[in-house]
């Protein structure tokens, strides 16, 4: 009987551990302690589009999330690919069928290599010059420069595409991308000059006005101003004829620092002319306010501006 009973239970033992074993999931679900929000990241971006123009750069500030084991290097690009949201301030000027290839970090350089489709320029609407397009093909090339150099703080960015598509980069000559010369690209640093800074956007507003390309100065001129209102295009074209006053020279000395995101001031040394007589100015302070992600001035500064 006692040897009976102890072949039962281990009977009963076998059973049992066969039932635990057989219901255990083939494929046990695993689970992410960071699953969720939790493995991504967000941060602010700058990323660089085409003015309305197609002759600068103006930044639009984005906040992108990032998965933790992603390459944020090329999360930005397939963001600035996706094109600007103030589209009615900015434009794209990489075409937007282009695919990032692949991004390498070597040193000081950043590698990136493009689809084929970023040298096709097909995209572009409306029939341009030759200068024009080649201004507009130098530009999508800092577009992508400027906007990784300072999100990675990488200071070098070298492009090349893929043009064999087979994963594997080759350079690009200068004339596909618009610049003088038989070389090919090399890697570039960040370009300040094509960048419509509150700087370079007084420097075309002041510039136009010396030149007396008042549609160009009025393009500048804020919509929304809350001492007067912005006049139509021909009254400002006719103030500045009728006025007497002509800008003669300028000098932009200094960029004060922003006391907030949306104004900054710029210090200015400048001569104004009426009629046969001529008046200079020093350190004045002229205000700029964003609009649209864009630098423009309110009419109310200009007139205090060319005030003789």
């Not at 239970?9 to 057989?22: D, E, K, R, Y």
């Not at 009615?88 to 493009?114: A, H």
């Not at 201004?135 to 420069?145: C, F, P, R, T």
Request: aromatic share 6%; charged share 20%.
């Amino acid at each position: 009987m006692k040897k009976f009973c102890c072949l039962l239970l281990a009977v009963l033992l076998l059973i049992s551990a066969s039932s635990c074993q057989n219901s255990e999931p083939e494929h046990p679900v695993q689970i992410n302690p960071t699953s969720g929000s939790e493995n991504r990241k967000e941060s602010y971006v700058s990323l660089y589009f085409g003015d309305a123009s197609y002759s600068m750069l103006a930044r639009e500030v984005r906040n992108i999330r990032v998965s933790v084991d992603s390459n944020v290097e090329k999360a930005v690009l397939e963001e600035l690919l996706v094109g600007p949201e103030a589209t009615i301030s900015m434009t794209q000027i990489i075409n937007p069928d282009t695919e990032v290839i692949q991004v390498v970090q070597e040193g000081r350089v950043l590698t990136v290599v493009l689809s084929m489709e970023f040298l096709d320029w097909s995209f572009i609407e409306h029939d341009r010059s030759m200068e024009e397009m080649n201004l507009i093909k130098q530009l999508a090339v800092y577009s992508i420069v400027n906007t990784l150099v300072e999100a990675t703080g990488c200071p070098q960015v070298q492009l090349q595409v893929d043009r064999e598509a087979d994963g594997t980069g080759q350079r690009i000559n200068l004339s596909e991308v618009g610049m003088q010369g038989n070389g090919v690209l090399e890697p570039l640093g960040r370009n300040a000059s094509v960048v419509l800074s509150a700087h370079n956007t007084l420097e075309i507003l002041l510039q136009s006005l010396v030149d007396r390309n008042y549609e160009a100065a009025y393009d500048l001129l804020a919509f929304e101003d809350g001492s007067s209102e912005r006049p139509s295009e021909g009254a400002f074209v006719a103030w500045c004829q009728d006025n007497g006053i002509t800008l003669e020279s300028y000098s932009i000395t200094e960029t004060l620092e922003q006391s907030t995101q949306e104004e900054v001031i710029v210090m200015v040394d400048y001569t104004l002319k009426q009629s046969i007589n001529q008046r200079s100015y020093t350190a004045h302070p002229v205000q700029l306010v964003q609009e649209n992600s864009l630098w423009k001035i309110r009419f109310s500064e200009l007139e205090k501006l060319l005030e003789y």
